[in-house]
């Protein structure tokens, strides 16, 4: 889909990227805490390490809507992803136990809710990356 907004790719969030070409769902783990960070940074927000203790994991996909919005007119000038069609924007909860902003996308809008299944599903960038959305399951 032509028009979404590409992601940057920082020096923290490259091994992320890279695993997005292949479908694979990565995400950050403190082996400190023994607890998941999202999004990836270069300390563990939760117990505040620092490096040699953050490591990455390949996610099972699997999550939980916890919150979800329908965007019914998607702002004049910025991303026009969605074609002008509502799209949902919402949080889910990864069985990983890190939440992420993403699209729940291949279903109509209206019937995503909060702990409504969903499984990873993944959108081309021009640059051979892919963006992590969902869907359910
Ligand atoms: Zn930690």
Not at 49 to 62: I, K, N, P, Q
Not at 105 to 134: I, K, M, N, Y
Request: include cysteine.
């Amino acid at each position: 889909m032509a028009g979404r907004l590409e992601p940057p790719q920082g020096a923290e969030s490259a091994p992320f990227w890279e695993a997005t070409r292949g479908g694979t769902l990565l995400i950050q783990w403190c082996s400190a805490c023994n607890r998941g960070i999202f999004y990836p940074r270069s300390f563990c927000p939760h117990c505040l390490a620092m490096d040699g203790v953050l490591e990455w994991r390949t996610a099972s996909g699997r999550a939980t809507v916890y919150a979800a919005s329908v965007e019914h007119k998607p702002a004049a000038g910025g991303s026009t992803f969605s074609d002008g069609q509502p799209y949902v924007v919402a949080l889910v909860d990864l069985e990983e136990g890190v939440r992420m902003m993403t699209n729940v996308v291949g279903c109509t809008p209206e019937d995503v809710h909060p702990g409504q299944a969903v499984t990873v599903t993944w959108e081309p960038l021009s640059d051979g990356r892919q963006l992590p959305l969902f869907t359910p399951s």
